[in-house]
């Protein structure tokens, strides 16, 4: 079975070898050694200071609402996985949706500023597939109505603009470190925050609001990676340049197929920033096509899938009759084509045979 991703595995021994060293030190979890050498290395590799690490993605997007303390409304996009609408709703925050772009399929700034009311206390773009926003636009738009930005940067791992890490973009940057996504801990994420007082109200978060023994100076929750996760991280990091290598070339056979294809619509990359190759999503004519050419890649075996559908607007937890005609269009027609490291050419070609078949029936 080819699915839309493969989570990497690295190399067992490795792993064992790491794992080892948690057994002989006794120390699972609570800012570990190894937690604090993956936040050393993150911090490192991606270009950041101020990062986190905490048990999902999720949960480092609750804890960055939390820290900036937002209150009613808040603008997202609709086009993005659920957890980003879901956690607004769950910090008890009201998602008020700006339609996307049609050709980058991230929030169309043109958009925000019709939707900024007295209420709203927020801005939450999401860098969809990897490609980062339009984050000069958006952050002037923020400066001028004095609002925080929180980037949902779950897709966005080492991607960056003008040379810097897409986290460093906005107060406050999320990432999302699950099996599914380019870098792993098998579940996991991060928080990347600009202010150093934050930071500081952010990592007591994350472990009950305790500073030490005998004290709790904050509402707090518990969202702390431990040490067997941390340890993924590290050995996976180590396999990054090859997994991105091999991704790309993956990446670059699909452009290659579909670029001038009257029929299918490629995303339209940010020009001045890099990409981590995590997604190849095509937009078909018409969600006929999409459950056509489905239907024919399911029968061998291959399983794409629909990121992301459906378009969250139409989510029974948020405020209904909001209307995104672009994101409602696109989120219909669009597929995620398996793309992984270790995805074999042949199956590759396969997929391209049969998506270029199905478009002409
Ligand atoms: C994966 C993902 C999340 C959630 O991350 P988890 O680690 O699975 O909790 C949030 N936002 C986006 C855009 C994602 O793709």
């Not at 290598?245 to 001038?260: D, E, G, L, P, S």
């Not at 995620?336 to 997929?351: A, F, K, M, W």
Request: aromatic share 10%.
């Amino acid at each position: 079975m080819i699915n839309v991703t493969k989570t990497y595995l690295p190399d067992v021994e490795k792993y064992k070898s790491y794992v080892e060293k948690i057994f002989s030190s006794g120390w699972l979890t609570n800012n570990g050694q190894m937690v604090q050498e993956l936040e050393r290395r993150l911090s490192e590799f991606l270009g950041v200071k101020n990062l986190l690490l905490v048990s999902n993605g999720t949960l480092a997007l609750q804890v960055a609402y939390k820290v900036l303390d937002l209150k009613g409304d808040v603008l997202t996009t609709p086009f993005s996985f659920v957890a980003t609408t879901s956690s607004l709703v769950w910090e008890g925050l009201n998602p008020v949706f700006v339609d996307i772009d049609p050709d980058t399929f991230n929030m169309d700034p043109e958009k925000i500023t019709d939707k900024i009311t007295k209420s709203t206390s927020a801005i939450v773009p999401v860098h969809v597939f990897g490609n980062i926003c339009d984050v000069e636009k958006i952050e002037e738009i923020a400066r001028r109505n004095k609002l925080k930005v929180i980037y949902d940067a779950a897709h966005a791992f080492n991607v960056s603009l003008n040379g810097q890490s897409a986290a460093n973009y906005g107060d406050i940057s999320t990432f999302s470190f699950h099996s599914t996504k380019v870098f792993h801990t098998i579940e996991g994420g991060a928080i990347v925050v600009k202010d150093d007082d934050l930071f500081k109200r952010a990592k007591l978060m994350i472990n009950f609001g305790i500073p030490g023994p005998d004290r709790v100076t904050e509402l707090g929750i518990n969202c702390k990676m431990n040490e067997f996760q941390a340890a993924m991280g590290l050995c996976v990091l180590e396999d990054m340049e090859m997994i991105l290598t091999h991704r790309k070339k993956i990446y670059n056979k699909y452009c290659h197929a579909f670029n001038n294809n009257a029929h299918i619509k490629v995303q339209k990359l940010n020009a001045k920033a890099s990409q981590n190759y995590s997604y190849f999503p095509v937009v078909f004519d018409s969600e006929d096509v999409l459950l056509n050419v489905r239907g024919a890649l399911n029968k061998e075996g291959i399983f794409p899938r629909r990121y992301f559908y459906p378009s969250l607007e139409e989510m029974p937890f948020v405020q209904q009759g909001q209307a995104v005609p672009v994101s409602a269009s696109i989120s219909k027609r669009i597929l995620c084509l398996p793309i992984y490291e270790s995805l074999e050419e042949s199956i590759q070609d396969r997929v391209i045979e049969i998506v270029k078949a199905k478009i002409m029936e």
